[in-house]
């Protein structure tokens, strides 16, 4: 994915070149991966010549905020508190930039929910 988001779209044979020769893998392998992330509905693609070329369907930033939505869902379990602690203190860990940016989005949302006090 993160290939195919870099370069806008791209067929087997190119990500093939860019990623899978340099590891050993195969062009078959890196055809299955691109069919199977085009059947989950990561990827769109259309028929050039004899090859398929494949774009992202979804952003980055969706496909992340899903991923992570999907994660916290399973994770949090009765457990808020203690995910909302480990996600402040990694927060913090990434700098202070981050633990600021982290607290306008949260005062943003409150605000926007009518729950912002100011």
Partial sequence: MNHVWATGEGEAKAVHA????????????????LKRLYEKGLLARHKVSHAYVYEPRVSREAFHHG????????MVNGQADALVSAFVDLTERAGVEQLERLEALVAERLRQRGGGGA
Avoid at 22 to 29: A, F, L, Q, Y
Avoid at 67 to 74: P, T
């Fill in 67 to 74: 991923l992570i939505g999907k994660l916290v869902g399973q």
């Fill in 18 to 33: 860019a990623l899978g020769a340099p590891r050993g893998i195969t062009v078959n392998t890196v055809q299955s991966t």
